[in-house]
């Protein structure tokens, strides 16, 4: 049995509203570089398998993003971390983020996968039912290793951050077509402008990804309504699954 369903948020607070401070048990801090945040539902039901949603913080951000990220998302569907981004800026001593640099990509993918066992092994996790979300560069490093290994994972969102140059990301052709993607974007931001939203999504389409674009009136930020249609587009995927991702999570 499914428990998940759309969320509500009557209130619309912005990012910056939601409080960083959770119910205590639904944050872990490992020590060391490779710290992640770990968010568990409400009510979480050990018996049931749940989605689980791996965030890539944006740039001049770390882990802990992800507290705020996710009521926003919803409070019961999902489990889910957030690993620590690769590069530090030493000037602010929370500031992390993460770079296109061969190095860089490699941590990235170690990070992320880190954190998908660190999830996997505090919660009950659906094996098939993992996505990958990000913001900013956040959203460009989810794209890049989501596109590398796209038969571990169920989707992939990118809140804007265009798709990564350099390195074909779609050199794994047959894979990356069942790999389902959300690019979305405000209006009005400077990195992610509408031009290069419309060039990604043709790009992907020409590719024969399946893909979803959601268009926002504001800058380049998180918006409560951007995070909500998160929700949505996951809970898609999972109750109309392409038959091919149909096919693979049944085996």
Not at 7 to 20: F, G, I, N
Request: with cysteine.
């Amino acid at each position: 049995m499914d428990y998940i369903s759309p969320s509500t948020h009557p209130a619309s607070p912005s990012l910056a509203q939601v409080p960083l401070t959770i119910e205590s048990g639904r944050y872990c801090e490992p020590a060391g570089p490779t710290a992640c945040a770990v968010f568990a539902p409400m009510h979480y039901e050990p018996g049931y398998a749940y989605p689980l949603v791996v965030w890539l913080h944006g740039p001049g951000a770390g882990e802990r993003q992800l507290l705020r990220v996710m009521p926003l998302v919803s409070m019961r569907n999902y489990v889910a971390v957030a690993p620590r981004g690769t590069w530090h800026d030493a000037e602010d001593a929370c500031g992390y983020d993460w770079r296109q640099t061969e190095r860089h990509i490699a941590l990235a993918e170690h990070r992320v996968f880190d954190a998908i066992d660190t999830a996997r092994a505090k919660y009950h996790v659906h094996s098939g039912r993992v996505f990958l979300a990000g913001f900013d560069s956040g959203g460009t490093m989810a794209l890049r290793v989501a596109l590398a290994h796209p038969s571990r994972l169920a989707g992939v969102a990118s809140l804007g951050g265009p798709l990564p140059t350099g390195g074909t990301p779609l050199g794994n052709f047959a894979e990356v077509r069942r790999l389902p993607v959300l690019l979305a974007a405000g209006n009005q931001s400077p990195t992610f402008h509408p031009e290069l939203v419309g060039d990604n999504e043709r790009l992907l389409h020409t590719a024969g990804v399946p893909i979803a674009v959601r268009r926002y009136s504001c800058g380049q930020e998180l918006s409560p309504q951007m995070l909500a249609d998160v929700d949505r587009w996951i809970i898609e995927q999972i109750t109309n699954p392409r038959p091919d991702r149909a096919r693979r999570e049944a085996d």
